[in-house]
């Protein structure tokens, strides 16, 4: 019988296994100069910052327009002119607002209509044994 020569899980990985800390740390740390190597001469590039005197834009406000020409304004007077008023009164006599109300009360049955039912949880000996109690007492 013939075995294959295969690894079970499949073939193992050609490059060195490592760390994702030291990793990370190398590839940090890669531009930073060594301790006690620190050469002050090497300035860095020019960093852009913010203008201390912006330049000035156009106004955003719209130019003002020219007043109409001649004959192009009729100016309207009828919101300031007197007018008579237009409006209706009612025909008939005047109500309170309670006498509708009360119409519409009239037609619901007054509370006790149906009868009041006697509650569930009446005590109705204890009322009558504290009188005699009462009673006794005398």
């Given at each position: ?63 003002p ?56 949880h ?16 005398r």
């Open positions: 019988v013939l075995t294959s020569p295969r690894v079970p899980g499949g073939p193992m990985p050609k490059a060195n296994k490592g760390c994702a800390l030291t990793d990370s740390a190398v590839r940090k740390n890669r531009n930073m100069p060594d301790p006690g190597k620190y050469n002050p001469s090497t300035i860095p590039g020019h960093v852009t910052s913010l203008a201390f005197n912006p330049p000035k834009s156009t106004s955003r406000n719209p130019p327009r020219l007043p109409p020409g001649p004959g192009t304004y009729q100016p309207s007077f009828d919101l300031t002119e007197s007018k008579v008023p237009a409006y209706t009164a009612s025909k008939e006599a005047s109500k309170s607002h309670l006498d509708g109300i009360q119409k519409e009360k009239a037609k619901i049955p007054a509370p006790g209509y149906v009868g009041i039912p006697d509650p569930k009446m005590d109705r000996s204890g009322a009558f044994k504290h009188t005699q109690k009462l009673l006794r007492d």
